[in-house]
């Protein structure tokens, strides 16, 4: 099978049934396919494509969206967004009616509470992470990180309001 | 294969759903997990804060995307199985024409350093609005001396030491699984 669109719907409805913890988790995973073993395009496309997705609204998966659009024009990122979706549609469906019958058992009960504070966790490293590589450990872009975080914690207006200030503080050059 | 009986006293139409998560998945810049919260917790009161927690802590465990899995989730439950696909469409498909639009435009663009500038700044305050969200998510937990060890341990791994994902999962859910059982009244 040497079809590029049929290649990389495969490929990412595999990495899709497997990411869990989200699909951020399986972006080395799609980079490794797409430039080194498929060799569809370098890793600097592959790197511009990743930073454009998390620069646009959205959920995280759309970087499949763009490698999809990259790889095979418009048929590519229908087929690359469906095959992110499905698979989690299907599972979260089943899981979601699952809890709704058993949500009330002590054993549920108690799963449950073992999960929250690993998610919780994960969201919080996630947040680190994100703040360390976006910052380039330069003081008032960490700055901005936590007067953003501030801003979300003690009012509960719309988050666009910092996302926008930093948008034009960045344009100004002040960042 | 008879759809499920919708939730009880809930007005939720799979239409309001797709509009909802649509809207969010607009202006939803920088991860849209923050927003789907604000959406169905703060703005439209869709899910109680603790509820939103538990299908995020379930949405974890399940594979694909966690703001997918808490979409088809909290779709679902307000309005079956139209509102699952109503809340996917709603967050993914808007995105999705977006990003490609905006890859072309960013293509023609990239010389210019306001738009390059632009787009560092989003990503700074991204984070800001991730950590506040994972912050709102531990005030609940806050009494819990077993909870709060579990998180911090969580984050050592996962951000300090950058452990594989699959490793925490191996070795936290036994232990986190373990500390609820002991600490079970």
């Known amino acids: 099978m040497d079809n590029p669109l049929g290649l990389l719907t495969l490929k990412i409805l595999f990495l899709s049934c497997i990411a869990v913890g989200g699909f951020i988790a399986t972006v080395p995973e799609l980079n490794r396919f797409v430039v080194h073993v498929q060799g569809w395009m ?88 994100l703040a360390a590589t976006t910052s380039g450990a330069e003081p008032r872009r960490l700055a901005l990180t936590g007067a953003a975080a501030l801003f979300l914690l003690v009012t509960r207006r719309s988050p666009l309001i910092p996302l926008a200030v930093a948008a034009a503080l960045g344009a100004a050059g002040l960042l | 294969m008879a759809d499920d009986p919708p939730v009880p006293a809930s007005p939720v139409t799979p239409l309001q759903l797709f509009v909802g998560f649509a809207t969010i998945s607009i202006v939803g810049f920088g991860g849209v997990m923050p927003w789907v919260r604000w959406l169905v917790v703060d703005r439209r009161r869709w899910c109680s804060a603790e509820e939103f927690a538990s299908l995020f802590a379930l949405a974890n465990f399940l594979p694909g995307g966690n703001v997918l899995g808490v979409s088809v989730m909290v779709g679902g439950r307000l309005a079956g199985r139209r509102g699952s696909l109503a809340a996917v469409l709603g967050l993914v498909a808007p995105a999705a024409v977006l990003v490609c639009l905006l890859a072309e435009l960013y293509r023609r663009n990239a010389h210019l350093e306001a738009v390059q500038g632009m787009v560092e700044g989003m990503g700074s305050a991204a984070a800001g609005l991730i950590a506040a969200m994972g912050l709102r998510m531990v005030w609940p937990l806050r009494k819990s001396p077993r909870a709060l060890v579990i998180v911090l341990l969580v984050v050592t791994a996962a951000a300090v030491l950058r452990l594989p994902l699959v490793w925490i999962l191996a070795t936290m859910l036994p232990a986190s699984l373990i500390a609820a059982r002991l600490t079970e009244r």
């Open chain 1, 42 to 129: 370098t890793d600097g496309t592959f790197a511009t494509l990743f930073a454009l997705s998390q620069a646009s609204p959205g959920p995280n998966l759309i970087v499949a969206t763009l490698v999809g659009w990259e790889v095979a024009g418009l048929p590519g990122a229908a087929l690359a967004t469906l095959a992110t979706c499905l698979p989690t549609l299907f599972v979260a469906y089943a899981a979601m009616r699952f809890r709704t019958r058993h949500g009330q058992a002590g054993w549920f009960r108690m799963v449950e509470r073992a999960i929250l504070p690993i998610a919780v966790g994960l969201i919080l490293a996630t947040a680190g992470l």
